[in-house]
């Protein structure tokens, strides 16, 4: 089944350990998006690709950066994580970037930070 | 700014009906859609809404107003799998997706 698969589902880190959470997908879409979504918040988009067209949330800390090496894959590095960082990072897809087309989630990876 | 409300918490009873409302201000609109997310789980697609009436989908139903900026999510015959939330999100004009916080929806038996 065409999937978009984020591993690990949970990443335990210490504080100030970089970390890196990973995600792929099997639709081949062109999009690849990258949420933060904190309990009973709304996600927090942090950035996300347009094929290799990265596109940066103006709000999204330097702490955060992104590669995305080819269609399939896409990585969140978080270079120094704090305590505030600890939350659900989920990554999502969609066809294209206009209306009707909608985003397919992963299952998610749980960051802890200790 | 951009904005999107919806109430934090409904409850309804198994077997019953169920509105959810979203209110949107946003930079322009190229759409409307609902999510479902379990807890501790990503969010599922469940509608997309682009022009004003009613799209109906087996149990559950989306209606748009846009002159009014108001949505609803409507779910008939409740069934206790169906407690979840349900994010309201709208597409802007630069095709941002601007998401609610979301409704959490408690079943009783």
């Known amino acids: 089944d065409a999937m978009v698969i984020q591993n690990p589902r949970y990443q335990v880190t210490q504080f100030g350990k970089p970390v890196t959470l990973s995600c792929s997908q099997t639709?081949?879409?062109?999009?690849m998006y990258w949420y933060q979504q904190k309990s009973s918040q709304a996600p927090k988009l942090l950035f996300h690709y347009y094929d290799k067209d990265f596109n940066n949330e103006a709000d999204t800390p330097d702490n955060f950066q992104s590669r995305r090496p080819n269609t399939s894959f896409c990585f969140l590095d978080i270079r120094s994580p704090g305590l505030g960082d600890a939350a659900m990072y989920l990554c999502?897809?969609?066809?294209?970037?206009?209306?009707?087309?909608?985003?397919?989630f992963g299952p998610g990876t749980r960051l802890t930070v200790t | 700014g951009q904005n999107i409300d919806q109430p934090t918490e409904m409850t309804a009873t198994e077997g019953a009906i169920v509105q959810i409302n979203c209110t949107y201000q946003t930079s322009g609109f190229n759409g409307l859609f609902w999510y479902q997310q379990h807890a501790g789980e990503a969010p599922t697609f469940l509608s997309y809404?682009?022009l004003d009436g009613l799209e109906e989908k087996g149990r559950f139903s989306s209606f748009l107003s846009r002159s009014k900026g108001y949505s609803y999510l409507l779910l008939k015959e409740l069934q206790m799998k169906d407690s979840a939330s349900y994010l309201c999100a709208v597409l802007d004009s630069n095709y941002q997706l601007i998401w609610g916080a979301g409704t959490k929806l408690i079943i009783k038996p």
């Open positions: 999502a897809t969609s066809r294209d970037r206009g209306g009707g087309y909608e985003q397919y």
């Open positions: 639709l081949n879409h062109n999009v």
């Open positions: 809404n682009v």
